[in-house]
């Protein structure tokens, strides 16, 4: 009897053995998606955000000296026809901008846009549209209004439909209950000067 005892405890785990190493495989496995998933979205904002500075940069050496319309432009032909959009984003025949993360984006020169720009002046508007989660709009805000002390560069950022942030670095909690509350327009605008 005393073999059998030997032979049963040498045949590998039972079930409650079993059913714990597979929950410690499971936390594991969990943790490392999870990190995984946040660096991946981490890495987005980041290239999103050098990207739309980048671009801003672009327009503003090649509009340098230009005169500039009276009236609102979009800049989608110039861009795509100029290879000023990054690398890492795409357009369409129809001259439809996408961004790494897949959002529609809009850029475009507005001439006095009252709730944007100081009165007479010029504004370089780049306009996510859609597909920003709202910590990936939190994360965007925070990441380029943490560039810019005052409004002569990043003039104003719009989220949503009412919200108008035109002190910066904005505070975090404003664009957390901003980007949170965007309801039916999930858009997020950035108007920087020209």
């Known amino acids: 009897m005393t073999d059998a005892k030997k032979i049963r405890k040498t ?14 495989i499971g936390l594991i496995i969990g943790g490392i998606w999870l990190a995984g998933a946040t660096v991946s979205e981490q890495r987005i904002i980041s290239n999103l955000s050098s990207a739309t500075l ?21 800049l989608h032909e110039m861009l795509i026809n100029g290879k000023m959009l990054p690398a890492n984003w795409t357009s369409t025949e129809s001259q439809v ?5 897949g959002s529609w984006t809009n850029l475009g020169i507005e001439y006095d846009p009252t709730e944007y720009a100081p009165s007479g002046g010029y504004g370089l508007v780049v306009a996510f549209t859609d597909k920003l989660t709202d910590s990936q709009c939190i994360k965007l805000v925070s990441s380029i209004t943490s560039r810019f002390t005052d409004r002569s560069d990043l003039m104003t950022v719009a989220i949503g439909s009412s919200t108008y942030l035109r002190s910066f670095p904005a505070d975090t909690a404003t ?20």
């Open 97 to 101: 901008i996408y961004s790494e993360n």
């Open 11 to 24: 045949h590998g785990f039972n079930l409650i053995e079993s059913a714990i190493v597979l929950g410690i």
């Open 54 to 74: 980048q671009t801003v940069q672009n327009v503003r050496n090649t509009l340098k000296g230009q005169t500039l319309p009276h009236s609102f432009t979009w």
């Open 175 to 194: 664009i957390t209950s901003q980007c949170t509350t965007r309801g039916g327009n999930p858009s997020v605008i950035f108007v920087f000067s020209i």
